[in-house]
């Protein structure tokens, strides 16, 4: 099987001191029932954060304001396909959510709530990075 590398950008979308996470569909082929933040691949020629507003307002409708950078990361999907995810720090301060298909559910979550849904590895990238600080608990 050939080796794929996928490229996408993710927001960690804040508004009153919660994080907007995603809950993708049970027919998702990849990770279904599974909680994460907004986004999705990048496409050729396309910028990062420009993929980021594309993806955001595909999934829910919203317009956001990028702030910074948060992290990179990459992993596994299978043996022949590598993820590589850039994930921006941004806020929403107004608009009502409205998920895609790709999506069965959305929360505005405290911290508590995130690290009950979020992988460990997710997890561990927002600790370091101090973004439990912005959100309640």
């Not at 794929?4 to 569909?25: E, M, Y």
């Not at 929360?107 to 849904?117: F, I, K, M, S, V």
Request: proline letters at 2%; one cysteine or more; hydrophobic letters at 35%.
């Amino acid at each position: 099987m050939e080796q794929t590398i996928i490229n996408a950008s993710k927001g960690l979308i804040l508004r009153n001191g919660r994080a907007l996470i995603l809950q993708r569909s049970q027919y998702d082929n990849a990770f279904a029932g599974t909680w994460e933040f907004p986004g999705g691949k990048l496409e050729f020629g396309e910028r990062l954060e420009d993929c980021l507003r594309r993806e955001i307002r595909e999934e829910t409708g919203l317009e956001v304001e990028i702030e910074r950078l948060l992290y990179a990361n990459t992993f596994l999907t299978h043996p022949w396909r590598q993820v590589v995810v850039v994930t921006y720090l941004c806020r929403a301060e107004e608009g009502e959510v409205l998920l895609s298909k790709e999506h069965t559910g959305y929360r505005w979550a405290t911290g508590r709530e995130l690290r009950e849904r979020l992988p460990q590895k997710v997890l561990q990238e927002l600790q370091q990075k101090g973004v439990f600080d912005l959100l309640e608990e």
